[in-house]
């Protein structure tokens, strides 16, 4: 199956500071990365996704970088806000038994000082 | 508000005991996905049904098992609890069969003591 690696596992960083989360993934076929944000108590909500035909995806603040040969790929989030800080997963959706699944990395806490 | 709704919120429970946890889908969702949610193991998938269908078995127990009914609301049914299950339980919903765009409701946690 797919496994997904996140670094780091926290991160601290200073209010209108970029913040950059990494992943890494093993299965070359895998095809979807979505990034999902999880604050204290709360669901996960995706925030944004990229499909492995594209190598960048910006929304606002946030963007995600791909790089399919390298099979990694990348959430940076500039001009942080406190509102930022929670638990942020990657995830990578790859085909087995002839299905997909998508499998997720173990978290990124990032935590946006004032 | 996500549009799936999980419940109970909370399950306490003991220790070879069994427990159903419901999830209804965003409307117009055909698929419904399980994930157990523990502190060091982040979002585990257990399995996915699409239109009442099983789709796609993840890493989830011969202990447990799911269904989805009719109208698209599923059910997870956990048995012989062990104090290793208690996690939050997330179940998600997306319109098509692979997994893309997923809506997670707020989550079940189960404490088995």
């Known amino acids: 199956g797919e496994n997904v690696e996140q670094h780091p596992s926290t991160l601290s960083v200073q209010e209108g500071d970029s913040a950059v989360i990494k992943c890494t993934y093993s299965d070359s076929a895998s095809n979807y990365f979505p990034w999902y944000k999880q604050e204290l108590g709360k669901r996960p909500q995706l925030i944004i996704d990229i499909r492995s035909n594209v190598g960048e995806k910006k929304d606002q603040r946030i963007?995600?970088?791909?790089?399919?040969?390298?099979?990694?790929?990348?959430?940076?989030?500039?001009?942080?806000?406190?509102?930022?800080?929670?638990?942020?997963?990657?995830?990578?959706?790859y085909s087995g038994a002839g299905s997909y699944q998508l499998t997720f990395g173990k978290g990124t806490k990032l935590s946006v000082i004032p | 508000d996500?549009?799936?709704?999980?419940?109970?919120?909370?399950?306490i429970t003991a220790t070879g005991q069994r427990v159903t946890l419901r999830c209804s889908p965003r409307s117009g969702d055909l698929s419904v996905y399980w994930y157990q949610q523990?502190?060091?193991?982040?979002?585990?998938?257990?399995?996915?049904?699409?239109?009442?269908?099983?789709?796609?078995?993840?890493?989830?127990?011969e202990r447990f098992s799911a269904q989805q009914f009719p109208d698209l609301h599923s059910e997870l049914n956990l048995s012989s609890l062990e104090l290793g299950d208690s996690a939050l339980y997330f179940c998600a919903s997306s319109v098509g069969q692979n997994p893309e765009k997923l809506f997670f409701g707020s989550g079940t946690q189960l404490s088995v003591l």
């Open chain 2, 38 to 61: 523990s502190l060091d193991q982040g979002l585990q998938f257990l399995i996915q049904y699409y239109n009442g269908e099983e789709r796609a078995k993840g890493n989830i127990l």
């Open chain 1, 63 to 93: 963007a995600v970088t791909l790089n399919k040969t390298a099979k990694h790929f990348s959430l940076h989030i500039t001009e942080t806000q406190p509102e930022d800080s929670a638990v942020y997963f990657c995830a990578a959706r």
């Open chain 2, 2 to 11: 996500s549009g799936v709704t999980q419940t109970p919120k909370h399950l």
